[in-house]
């Protein structure tokens, strides 16, 4: 349930099933253990029922992530229907929703390590609504083209045979930010997470995911001091477990 001036926003969810799984987690079998190096793109595919893991090995590190559907990638996160339903952040039971005319939920959060510091921001993990720079910004605001996550995004859309043109806006987990409920600014804050910490989903259907290692680190760096890079960046691991849980259907 999101809240948006006032007025609840209420949608279907089986809390209790979610509860039962995340009860479960210690007896997921792994699937596979894949690290991606720093500063690089990564796809893969999740079956429903299966769960991934982003797990930070070394430091805060930001993942910018695309989901998609694995039938039809199309159907993708929509930062919209996403911000509206559950809100500007992700953190455990926050489902990520699809774009019309599927307007579902692609996966949800079980699990989120990442202990926010208080601070007067009130900025935290996980931005829902974000995107990715990309080349036309790098030029833009520096003159320069260093590695982006758009091309990051491109080459892990490639490596599961797709063009860029699936390339969509993503969430930039692990990022630290807030949005300033007067001026609408968009804060960001020095990440949280420490080595071990990380964000797990429950697939809901057969999925895609497409990371991008953030090649300028956690987010925390202002655009004016962007240096094309020269910034502390981490690996990141990716785990998938099967959870011989089917999912619930979503609408019948």
């Keep these: 349930m999101a809240v948006q001036a006032g007025v609840a926003i209420n949608v279907p969810f089986d809390r209790d099933f979610y509860e039962q799984l995340v009860a479960?987690?210690?007896?997921?079998?792994?699937?596979?253990?894949?690290?991606?190096?720093?500063?690089?793109?990564?796809?893969?595919?999740?079956?429903?029922?299966?769960?991934?893991?982003?797990?930070?090995?070394?430091?805060?590190?930001?993942i910018d992530t695309c989901f998609a559907s694995a039938d039809d990638p199309r159907e993708h996160h929509h930062s919209g229907t996403q911000v509206a339903l559950e809100g500007t952040q992700v953190t455990r039971l926050t489902r990520v929703w699809s774009n019309p005319p599927w307007n579902r939920p692609l996966c949800t959060c079980i699990a989120d390590t990442v202990r926010p510091a208080p601070n007067a921001a009130n900025t935290r993990e996980h931005a829902a609504h974000g995107a990715h720079c990309n080349p036309h910004l790098w030029t833009l605001y520096t003159n320069q083209h260093p590695r982006s996550c758009y091309d990051n995004l491109r080459a892990g859309f490639a490596q599961l045979g797709y063009s860029q043109r699936l390339i969509h806006d993503n969430q930039n987990l692990f990022q630290n930010t807030a949005l300033?409920?007067?001026?609408?600014?968009?804060?960001?804050?020095?990440?949280?997470?420490?080595?071990?910490?990380?964000?797990?989903?429950?697939?809901?259907?057969?999925i895609i995911i497409v990371i991008s290692i953030c090649p300028h680190g956690t987010g925390s760096i202002p655009i004016e001091d962007w240096d094309g890079g020269q910034v502390a960046v981490y690996p990141v691991l990716v785990e998938i477990r099967d959870t011989n849980v089917t999912p619930t259907p979503w609408c019948t």
Aim: glycine share 10%; proline share 5%; charged share 20%.
């Design 24 to 62: 479960k987690r210690e007896s997921f079998s792994l699937v596979s253990s894949h690290e991606v190096p720093a500063g690089r793109g990564y796809g893969f595919r999740v079956e429903a029922g299966q769960t991934f893991r982003l797990v930070q090995t070394a430091a805060a590190q930001i």
């Design 180 to 206: 300033d409920p007067i001026t609408s600014d968009y804060l960001l804050g020095e990440g949280n997470s420490q080595a071990g910490d990380y964000i797990e989903f429950y697939a809901e259907i057969p």
